[in-house]
């Protein structure tokens, strides 16, 4: 069974400083991995994927991610905030079947993002 | 159009009544999933359609909930004799098939509250 984890429930920073949102996965064969932003009132934004090659994947909004094989985590980071990044952020995961397909979305349970002036 | 649209965008039910939410997916795409996110909270995952394979029903949380989809377009998501933990977010996003490797794009949902 695939499954993904966010230890974090909430994350709070200065803005200006760097940031880190955390995610470890669990999956049998190699992973695609993606972080979701969700701004209040509105819909999940897709920020990044990893699929393969480079292990540092940058995306939108200037966040980036670190996919790390053997420590199996993915974790969203970005190297000065802004307080309009406060938002809820999702880390999602998606493992290979038997078959050759790949399984459904999964997502973990968020982490709630404050950047605070 | 260019998203997944969903309607209705709120939906106030009366304890009892069955409900069905719509999605209308990416013209394209051909995988298509339906998820529950209460207040505040994660995304828990209902159902997975791909392509005219069987779909992944493990999600559901109830035979009271059931979903189709017509001509691997439209999907109707079914809630029946609604109960108030019902009450959430349900949102559907879809993906191309192109393997696991694309992104999947949400639709704003729908609100639906059972009182």
């Known amino acids: 069974a695939q499954s993904v984890a966010q230890p974090e429930d909430q994350v709070n920073v200065a803005e200006g400083n760097p940031l880190t949102v955390k995610c470890t996965y669990s999956?049998?064969?190699?992973?695609?991995l993606f972080w979701y932003v969700q701004y209040p009132n509105r819909g999940l934004q897709f920020l990044l994927k990893?699929?393969?090659?480079?292990?540092l994947v940058k995306g939108s909004y200037g966040f980036e991610a670190e996919f790390n094989k053997s420590q199996t985590s993915f974790h969203l980071k970005k190297p000065s905030a802004l307080v309009s990044d406060s938002a809820l952020y999702f880390c999602?995961?998606?493992?290979?079947?038997?078959?050759?397909?790949?399984?459904?979305?999964?997502f973990g349970a968020g982490t709630r993002l404050a950047v605070h002036p | 159009g260019a998203g997944v649209s969903q309607s209705p965008s709120n939906k106030v039910t009366e304890k009892g009544k069955d409900v069905e939410l719509r999605c209308d997916p990416i013209?394209?795409?051909?995988?298509l999933y339906w998820y529950r996110q209460s207040l505040g909270q994660g995304l828990e995952f209902l159902i997975y359609?791909?392509?005219?394979?069987?779909?992944?029903k493990s999600g559901l949380p109830s035979d009271r909930f059931s979903a189709e989809r017509t001509g691997g377009s439209v999907s109707t998501l079914t809630i029946q004799r609604t109960q108030q933990e019902d009450s959430a977010v349900y949102l559907c996003?879809?993906?191309?098939?192109?393997?696991?490797?694309?992104?999947?794009?949400f639709g704003q949902g729908t609100r639906l509250t059972v009182v």
């Open positions: 999602a995961v998606r493992g290979p079947t038997i078959s050759g397909g790949y399984n459904k979305l999964i």
């Open positions: 996003a879809s993906s191309l098939k192109s393997g696991g490797a694309t992104e999947a794009f």
């Open positions: 013209s394209g795409h051909t995988a």
């Open positions: 990893y699929i393969t090659g480079d292990n």
């Open positions: 359609f791909q392509g005219n394979s069987a779909p992944d």
């Open positions: 999956v049998s064969g190699n992973p695609y």
